[in-house]
């Protein structure tokens, strides 16, 4: 009986050293610190990026002032980093940062076609509530962003949170080309936002001379064959 349980407390002994021993070999991956994480983003180091995922890393991490990596991504204009986190199925597409910016708004306001696509690709939600991708993309004059989110039914009028429009914000911006294409996709030039101003009031605020004259000439136009249309139908 005693040399029964001697046998017992060295089998013991010894299963244990070798639990410890695997334990030693087989180390536990920690998720990549977040400012290191942050960094690759920025750099657009997909292989980094994507063994801090493999490694445990949330793809919603938010850095030090609360902007999702897929924002810093789209900021950064880094596209391959930004398609391998728009591909993981943890990725929140819409996250925001705190200043209600989602990726596919940064990357329309950087002009970032390739990104807009991915997003787009991977059901990116082209419409949001208030500032939209296509108020961000007509203000920087974009004009193949914008129409690539028009293709995928961007609501061409959407009114931010005092109801200005992408039509506004274009010639805010003195983008006449832009202006043009939103007019030519259906865009109302007569929309007045909460402080009563127009698409051509933007324009004269901001002195964009060229755009008022052309906004103006074109809602005189259409003023011009509203008011006929009742004779003609005589």
Not at 42 to 53: H, P, T
Not at 106 to 126: H, M, P, Q, R
Not at 173 to 186: F, N, V
Not at 219 to 232: T, W, Y
Request: with cysteine; hydrophobic share 40%.
């Amino acid at each position: 009986m005693k040399n029964t349980s001697a046998t017992f407390s060295v089998r013991a002994l010894f299963v244990g050293l070798i639990l410890a021993a695997s334990t030693v070999a087989q180390p536990a991956f920690a998720a990549t610190p977040v400012d290191s994480l942050v960094k690759m983003v920025k750099f657009d180091d997909i292989d980094g990026v994507r063994k801090a995922l493999a490694q445990g890393s949330d793809p919603n991490t938010v850095d030090s002032s609360g902007m999702p990596i897929i924002v810093i991504a789209a900021r950064e204009k880094s596209d391959k980093v930004g398609s391998l986190l728009a591909g993981n199925d943890k990725t929140d597409l819409e996250k925001l940062d705190p200043a209600g910016e989602n990726a596919m708004m940064l990357a329309a306001l950087n002009g970032d076609t390739t990104f807009v696509n991915t997003l787009i690709a991977k059901d990116g939600e082209v419409n949001k509530k208030g500032w939209t991708p296509l108020h961000y993309a007509a203000t920087n004059g974009h004009d193949d962003i914008v129409k690539i989110l028009l293709d995928h039914s961007a609501y061409i009028d959407a009114g931010s949170p005092n109801g200005t429009t992408p039509l506004m914000m274009a010639a805010r911006g003195r983008h006449l080309s832009t202006c043009k294409l939103l007019l030519d996709e259906g865009a109302d030039l007569r929309i007045k936002n909460q402080i009563g101003m127009t698409a051509v009031d933007f324009a004269k605020k901001y002195n964009e001379k060229d755009v008022a004259e052309g906004l103006q000439a074109r809602l005189d136009s259409m003023q011009g064959n509203a008011a006929q249309a009742p004779n003609s139908a005589k």
